[in-house]
């Protein structure tokens, strides 16, 4: 560690371990093979010592602590990913089941229910619901990684630095691309999205409000983020030729 920077004390330990914690708690929903809760915990606390290493804490507390948790989730996803949870098997079945999202789509069908997704992409509902198990873990960069198609969602909801007059304009059509996309999905998939990435509730606490199952509400999560990666990719399409 940079010895020109403060230590990281025991007080500053207490009071960032608990919510660590509950960012593995949140993120972690279904526990890779060999791997505890703690043992995430601790991988979240080396991302948290390299934000200590990385900025200057005493200086702006707000700005480390927003910071600190960027490096924390990292840490804790760069593991999931690491351990890859994802079978090959799975991730040919997520393909098909973005392809008929995406075919849905096209048709301006926006609320296609499960079982009409599961047929067009040719599985059965026991293929399916495997496959979104399997996938309860993902972020949207690990989806994205693997549908891989043209247009990446983490980029049209990421929140750069703007520098240029350029920028602006590009930020605010991505903002205004974003919104038109999300006005198509439906209620519970808004709802779901929104209490998971920006109030930041965990998949259990989402099944007890929305009175669902912790694997539906992972179910509606995944489907739900494929669905808006596609509408956004249509609005990117759309104002090209526009």
């Known amino acids: 560690m940079n010895s020109n920077k403060p230590y990281f004390n025991e007080e500053q330990i207490e009071y960032f371990y608990p919510i660590v914690k509950r960012m593995v708690r949140k993120i972690v929903v279904k526990m890779p093979e060999s791997y505890d809760e703690e043992d995430f915990v601790q991988i979240g606390m080396m991302g948290l010592l390299k934000a200590i290493d990385n900025i200057d804490i005493t200086k702006d507390e707000n700005a480390f602590y927003k910071y600190a948790l960027l490096k924390v989730r990292g840490a804790i996803l760069d593991k999931l990913r690491s351990v890859d949870l994802v079978s090959r098997y799975t991730r040919d079945k997520l393909k098909s ?67 240029s007059a350029i920028e602006v304009i590009e930020k605010n059509e991505r903002l205004g691309i974003l919104k038109k996309a999300l006005s198509k999905l439906t209620k519970i998939e808004l709802d779901v999205l929104s209490m998971y990435y920006y109030e930041d509730f965990s998949v259990k606490e989402i099944a007890r409000i929305i009175k669902k199952t912790q694997s539906r509400v992972s179910q509606i999560k995944i489907n739900a983020i494929i669905k808006l990666k596609h509408l956004i990719e249509q609005e990117y399409i759309n104002r090209k030729i526009n």
């Open 97 to 163: 089941i973005s392809k008929a999202h995406k075919d849905f789509l096209k048709e301006n069908i926006f609320d296609a229910s499960e079982k009409s997704v599961a047929k067009k992409a040719g599985i059965s509902m026991k293929e399916y619901y495997k496959a979104m198990f399997e996938l309860s873990n993902l972020d949207i960069v690990s989806l994205d990684n693997i549908i891989e198609d043209e247009i990446s969602l983490q980029e049209s909801i990421e929140d750069k630095n703007i520098k």
